[in-house]
C-alpha cells in the first residue's frame, strides 16, 4: 500500500466577464479494493450556487456546479489523498480456458460487456485490425502453439510504447485509431484508445480509464514515466479471473502501479475531468490551463 497526495488545478480565463452553465465535474475517485479515498476537498472561484453529486451510467462519481453572477476567470482545485493498492504485474490469474488467445467469455458474463466488446471506431482499410493481429503470434511455450492471452497483451502494451512517440496534445478530443497508427503519435488518451479498438478487434473487451500517474521522479527518484502533470489515460481489459486488469500503453504499466485511477468508460469522450459552458463573445476566451501534482507521502 502507498499513499497519495492528488492536486488537480484547472483554470479557465477570459478578457472581460463572462457568465457560467452548468460545469461536470469528473474529479473525485470511487473508493474499491485497490483504492480508498482518505480525503477530498473541492475548492471552486467563483463560488457556485449549488454543487450536486450523481453517479453517471458507469457509477463514476460526478459533481454538478452551477453558477450565477459573471467573472473573467474560473478555478476548479481538487485536493485528494488516497491510499492504492495496485495489482503487482504480472500477478494476475486468467482462468484457464481464457489463458491462450482466442477464447470466448462465459454466456452470463458476455451480456454485461456489451458494448465495451464492439469498436467504436471506422477503419474502412482494416489497418487496426491488421496492426492488432501482429501480436498474435504462437507461443512455444503455451498449449498447442497458441499465444498466452497475458502474453499478447503485453506485446501490445509494449508495442506502443517503444513504438510510438509521445506528444502532449492541448487540443479537445482524441486522435482516431486509424490516426495515431499512421503518425505513430499522441498524448496518452490516443494511445490509450488505440489500444482500446486494437483488443476490441480481437473480440476481447475494453474501456477507457481516467485518473492520474504518480512519477517517481517528483519524489527524487530516477525518473521513467511520460504524461504526468496533467490528467492521465489508460485502457482496462476483461479478463476471466482477473478482472478488468490495468494496461498503460504510454508507458508500459500492466497491473496498475503508479495509476490512482477516477473514472471509467465506454470511450473517452465520456470520462472528461472538467466541461461545461460559458456565454460570452468568442474573442473573450483567453485560454485553459491544467496542472497536476501527485506526491508520495509516507
Known sequence: MQTFGIRHVTTYRYANPVTFGDHRLMVRPRGSHDMKLRSSTLTISPPPTSVRWLHDVFGNSIAVASFEGSATELSVISELTVEHYPLEEPDYTVEGFARTYPFSYAAEEAPDLGRTMLRHYP???HKVDEWAKTFVLPDAQADGGLVETRTMLERMTMGIKEGFTYAARDAEGTQSPVETLETRSGSCRDFALLMMEAVRSLGLAARFVSGYLYDPAVDGAEAGT???????AWVQ???PGAGWVE???TNGIIGGKHLLRVAVSRDPSQAIPVSGSWFGAPADFLGMTVEVSVTANP
Do not use: K
Open 123 to 125: 477503419d474502412p482499410e
Open 237 to 239: 481489459v476483461y479478463l
Open 226 to 232: 511520460v504524461g504526468a502533470g496533467a490528467t492521465h
Open 247 to 249: 494496461f498503460d500503453p
